[in-house]
């Protein structure tokens, strides 16, 4: 079945505390795109990749890293989560020249 | 740059009623696709529709129907008959065609939570 699977799909941690959520596709897309969602808010692009080793920023990168070693996997690394990074995360991921995004079904995040 | 508006924070319909969330999207480009997502209580994003500017024809889907003017740069969501299944937030996103860059991403609106009771 072609997927996006994130995990987990729930975490509570603490502030300044690392963590990374895991991304992974089967559908050998190119592109995959990371997104918060917080009330009033929409859903706001935090990172993108184009393909393999290429990363770039969205509309909210501040806190967050990403790397994208093989086409599959595009992991979000909070380095030291802060409570207002506490939101419910989507990974999407597009192949080239398409136009329909496959979303995960969402990671929620909460740090106290 | 592209932004999409839902000003219809939250709609409360009795079921069977018709219900129709509002979406109005800028963007500079003259080709783009136009999206509506629905997400349930249970959180994951099901995506519904993507339109292409180029295909102002309405679509209907059973009981959902969807009204794209470029005119009027809107892409109204109808459900006829609601049903209490039907409640949920629903997103309208807008993505430029162009598939390179920042031009790839899905921009939304803030989403319309809609309650169907009985």
């Known amino acids: 079945e072609a997927q996006v699977t994130q995990n987990p799909r729930y975490l509570i941690t603490v502030t300044g505390k690392k963590l990374t959520v895991t991304c992974s596709q089967n559908m050998n897309h190119e592109y995959m795109s990371w997104y918060r969602q917080d009330p009033g808010l929409g859903l706001r692009q935090i990172y993108y990749?184009?393909?393999?080793?290429?990363?770039d920023k969205g509309d909210v990168p501040e806190g967050y890293k990403v790397s994208r070693k093989e086409k599959r996997n595009f992991p979000l690394i909070l380095e030291s989560p802060s409570p207002n990074q506490t939101s419910l995360y989507f990974c999407?991921?597009?192949?080239?020249?398409?136009?329909?995004?496959?979303f995960g079904s969402g990671t929620r995040l909460t740090v106290v | 740059a592209q932004k999409v508006t839902q000003a219809q924070t939250e709609i409360s319909v009795v079921e069977k009623e018709d219900v129709t969330l509002d979406c109005v999207y800028e963007?500079?480009?003259?080709?783009?696709?136009l999206f509506w997502y629905k997400q349930p209580p249970s959180g994951e994003l099901v995506f519904l529709i993507r339109?292409?500017?180029?295909?102002?024809q309405n679509e209907i889907s059973g009981r959902y129907s969807w009204n794209f003017q470029k005119s009027t740069s809107s892409f109204n969501f109808t459900i006829t008959a609601s049903q209490v299944v039907d409640s949920a937030v629903y997103f309208c996103a807008l993505s430029e065609a162009r598939n390179t860059g920042t031009a790839s991403k899905l921009t939304f609106g803030t989403g319309t939570r809609l309650q169907v009771t009985l």
């Open positions: 990749s184009m393909n393999v080793e290429v990363t």
């Open positions: 963007t500079r480009d003259t080709t783009y696709y």
């Open positions: 999407a991921s597009r192949r080239a020249g398409g136009h329909g995004y496959t």
């Open positions: 339109r292409n500017s180029f295909d102002e």
